[in-house]
C-alpha cells in the first residue's frame, strides 16, 4: 500500500510538471504568435472556422478579434465572390500548400470598402493521425511596394510612348556593350535594319560604324561621363545592302543610376540631310556666280533702299577710288560728271518705285576719288551678253535653292517646337509620377521599415533604384530638348543693372565669404535680360565656390569696347578672380556640359553652370573665353553686342 502511494504522488508531480512545461511552452508560442512580424492565423474545417490570430491578422483584416470562432464568410462576407475561399478549400482538400505573392483583395476594413495587395501562404494543418484539420494562414500586407511598382511601370510606359512619339530619333545605348533599347520608329529607321535591333550591341547592329569615329566617341562619353554633340555630321550606314551617306545632328548624353555610375547613353539624332545639301549647293551657285563676275570682268554693287548706304566689290571700289567709310548713293552720285549727275540720279529713282520693274540699265561715266580719271561704264557687247545669261541661271538656281533652304530651315523650326512641346510632355508628366512614387516609398519606409519582412528592403532599394535610373533619363532626354527654348526679342540691358540685383540677391554668400566685389558704370548690350542675369550670377558663383581658401574673395568685372574685323560694335566684359584657377589646358574643357575638373566632395555643382555661360554667349551672337593660373585665379572674358544708343563705354 505505501508502495502504491508513493508511485501514485511521484506520477501527480510528474503531471503537474508536464502541465506547467506546456503551459510554459503555449505562453512562448502565443508570444511568438503575437509578436510576428506577419499575420498569422490558425482556420479550422473545410468551413475555415476561426480558431485563432494575431493581432496583425485582424488589423490586416480590418476586424476585431470578437469575430473568433466565426465561420470565415460569415465575419468576412466582401471575399464571397473573391478567389480566396475557395483556395483555402484547395489547400484543406489536397493538404497541398498555395503560395500567393501581390494578390488584390477587396476588404471592408473599420466599415470601409477598400482595396489591397497581400503576400500570404496557406498551409495544411494535420493531426497526430495525419489528417488535414485546418489551414495556416501567414500573411503580410504589400500594398505600397505594389502600388509603387504599378506607378514605375506605369511611368516606364509612358516614357516609352513619349520616346515612341518624339520628333527626333531616339535610343538607348546600355552597358560599355552599348546595347540597342528602347529605340523609337525615327531611329529604327535610320538605322535601316528593322525592328530586331532590340538587345543587340550597338557594333553588331551596325558594323559599318568600325572604320567610322562614333562607337570611339561613345566609349568616351561612357567613360568620361561628358555629353558630345555635334551637328551635320556626316554618318555611313548600309541601308537594303547600299551604303548610305546622311548627315544629322547628334546628341550623346550619359545616364546615371542612384550611385552615380553610368549605365546608358542617351542617342538624339536628327536627319538634317536636306539642309545640308541645300546648302553645299548654294555655296555651289555662289562661287558659279563669283567666277562669272570675274570673267566678265563686271564691278558689283548693292544698295540700301532705306539708308541709301552701299557695297561695292573690289573692283567697284578701285574705279571709284573712295574711302570705305564713303559708301552712299548720293556721294557716289558725286563721282559723276555733273551733266549726267540728274539722269542717273532719276534712273535710280525709277529703280527703286514699287511700281516699275525695278531695273537699272544705264551708261554714264564715273571719276577716279584719287586720279580724277573718268572712265565709261557701259554694257558690253555679246561676251556681256553671254554673261548675263549666265548669271541670269545661276539667279534661278540660286532662288530655287534659296526657296528650299527656307523650307527646310521652317521644317528644322517646327521640329524644334515639336521637341520643346515634348520636353514639357517630359517635365510634367514624367517627372510628378516619379515624385509621388518618391513620396510611397518615404512614406512604406516610414510607417512599415522595421516590420518589413526579410527582402522587402532589397525590393525597396531596388524600386528607388529603378526611379532613380528612370529621372536621370529624362534629365537626359530633356537636356537637347529645352536647350533654346527661350526666343524672347533682344533689348538693351543693363550690366550695372544687372550686377547690383545679383550682389543683393547673393548678399548672404558674399557677407559668409566676406568677399568684395568690384565693379563702376557697366554699359548696356543687347540681349535677353534673364539669360545674362544667369550668365553673370552663373560666373560669380563659380568665383565664390572656387575662393582660395585663406584669402579674402575678390572679384572685379570691367567692361571695354571692341571692333570686330566684320565692323560689329561690341562689349567686352572681364570676370576676375583671386581664387584657385585652373590649368591652361583646360580652358576649354571647362565650358563642356558636366565637366568638372575637382570631385564633387571638394566642391559641390552640376558641371552645367559654365556650359550654360558658353550657350548664353552664343545665342546672343557673342563669345565666352577663360584663361587661369593654377593658384591665382581665373579670368573670363565675354563678347556681347553693344546695347542700342550706348555712346561710350568707361574704361
Not at 571700289?317 to 558725286?334: C, D, H, N
Not at 534673364?530 to 560669380?540: E, K, M, T
Not at 581665373?634 to 542700342?644: C, D, K, S, V
Request: aromatic share 6%; hydrophobic share 40%; net charge negative.
Amino acid at each position: 500500500m505505501q508502495g502504491s502511494g508513493s508511485d501514485e504522488f511521484k506520477e501527480r508531480q510528474e503531471a503537474l510538471i508536464n502541465d506547467k512545461l506546456l503551459q510554459q511552452s503555449e505562453e512562448r508560442f502565443r508570444a511568438i504568435f503575437e509578436q510576428a512580424p506577419m499575420a498569422i492565423g490558425l482556420l479550422t474545417g473545410r468551413d475555415m472556422t476561426i480558431e485563432i490570430g494575431n493581432d496583425r491578422l485582424f488589423e490586416l483584416w480590418g476586424k476585431s478579434p470578437e469575430i473568433t470562432g466565426m465561420k470565415l464568410l460569415d465575419a468576412l462576407p466582401e471575399i464571397k465572390d473573391q478567389r480566396f475561399l475557395g483556395i483555402l478549400q484547395t489547400v484543406y482538400d489536397s493538404g497541398e500548400p498555395f503560395f500567393g505573392s501581390g494578390v488584390k483583395a477587396h476588404l471592408i476594413r473599420n466599415s470601409k470598402p477598400e482595396y489591397a495587395y497581400f503576400d500570404f501562404t496557406y498551409t495544411a494543418l494535420r493531426n497526430a493521425n495525419g489528417e488535414v484539420v485546418g489551414v495556416m494562414v501567414l500573411a503580410t500586407e504589400v500594398t505600397d511596394q505594389m502600388l509603387a511598382r504599378q506607378a514605375i511601370e506605369a511611368s516606364e510606359a509612358k516614357l516609352r510612348s513619349v520616346i515612341a512619339t518624339a520628333p527626333a530619333a531616339m535610343g538607348l545605348f546600355t552597358g560599355r556593350d552599348l546595347i540597342v533599347e528602347m529605340p523609337n520608329q525615327a531611329f529604327i529607321d535610320i538605322v535601316g535594319k528593322g525592328p530586331d535591333i532590340v538587345g543587340k550591341p550597338l557594333k553588331e547592329v551596325m558594323p559599318e560604324l568600325s572604320s567610322q569615329p562614333f562607337l570611339k566617341i561613345l566609349d568616351d562619353v561612357y567613360t568620361t561621363g561628358v555629353t558630345y554633340k555635334t551637328d551635320a555630321a556626316q554618318v555611313n550606314i548600309v541601308r537594303n545592302g547600299t551604303m548610305t551617306h546622311n548627315f544629322y545632328n547628334i546628341t550623346y548624353s550619359p545616364l546615371r543610376n542612384a550611385e552615380g555610375k553610368i549605365y546608358a547613353i542617351l542617342d538624339i539624332a536628327i536627319d538634317v540631310t536636306e539642309t545640308v545639301h541645300a546648302r553645299q549647293q548654294l555655296e555651289q551657285a555662289q562661287e558659279q556666280l563669283k567666277g562669272a563676275i570675274e570673267l566678265a570682268e563686271l564691278g558689283t554693287w548693292t544698295l540700301d533702299p532705306v539708308t541709301l548706304e552701299m557695297e561695292y566689290d573690289e573692283r567697284m571700289q578701285k574705279w571709284l577710288g573712295v574711302p570705305k567709310e564713303k559708301r552712299t548713293l548720293p556721294l557716289a552720285i558725286g563721282r559723276l560728271l555733273p551733266h549726267e549727275r540728274e539722269r542717273v540720279r532719276q534712273a535710280f529713282d525709277d529703280a527703286l518705285d514699287p511700281d516699275t520693274a525695278g531695273e537699272f540699265d544705264l551708261e554714264f561715266h564715273l571719276i577716279n576719288h584719287n586720279t580724277a580719271k573718268t572712265r565709261l561704264v557701259k554694257e558690253r557687247t555679246s561676251e556681256l551678253d553671254e554673261a548675263n545669261e549666265q548669271l541670269k541661271g545661276i539667279n534661278e538656281k540660286l532662288q530655287a535653292n534659296n526657296e528650299a533652304l527656307e523650307k527646310l530651315n521652317n521644317s528644322l523650326m517646327r521640329s524644334n517646337e515639336e521637341l520643346q512641346q515634348f520636353a514639357h510632355v517630359t517635365s510634367h508628366d514624367l517627372k510628378e509620377p516619379l515624385r509621388k512614387i518618391y513620396m510611397n516609398l518615404d512614406r512604406l519606409m516610414k510607417t512599415a521599415g522595421e516590420s518589413l519582412p526579410p527582402g522587402s528592403q532589397q525590393f525597396v532599394d531596388r524600386m528607388r533604384s529603378a526611379c532613380d535610373r528612370m529621372d536621370a533619363m529624362i534629365r537626359g532626354v530633356l537636356e537637347y530638348a529645352i536647350i533654346d527654348a527661350d526666343q524672347q526679342p533682344p533689348a538693351p540691358v543693363s550690366l550695372q543693372e544687372i550686377m547690383n540685383t545679383i550682389v543683393n540677391d547673393l548678399q548672404e554668400l558674399i557677407s559668409s565669404k566676406k568677399a568684395e566685389i568690384v565693379f563702376n558704370d557697366l554699359p548696356s548690350v543687347q540681349g535677353v535680360s534673364i539669360l545674362l542675369y544667369q550668365l553673370f550670377y552663373n560666373l560669380v558663383i563659380n568665383a565664390l565656390k572656387f575662393a582660395k581658401p585663406g584669402l579674402t574673395p575678390l572679384i572685379r568685372i570691367s567692361a571695354d569696347p571692341v571692333t570686330l574685323n566684320d565692323s560689329r560694335s561690341m562689349i567686352s566684359i572681364s570676370v576676375a578672380d583671386n581664387g584657385i584657377g585652373f590649368e591652361e589646358q583646360y580652358s576649354e574643357e571647362i565650358f563642356r556640359t558636366f565637366s568638372r575638373l575637382h570631385s564633387k566632395d571638394k566642391f559641390e555643382g552640376t558641371g552645367l553652370g559654365l556650359a550654360l555661360c558658353k550657350r548664353i554667349a552664343e545665342r546672343h551672337g557673342g563669345t565666352i573665353t577663360a584663361k587661369g593660373t593654377s593658384g591665382v585665379g581665373a579670368t573670363f572674358n565675354i563678347l556681347l553686342p553693344i546695347g542700342e544708343n550706348e555712346k561710350s563705354v568707361p574704361r
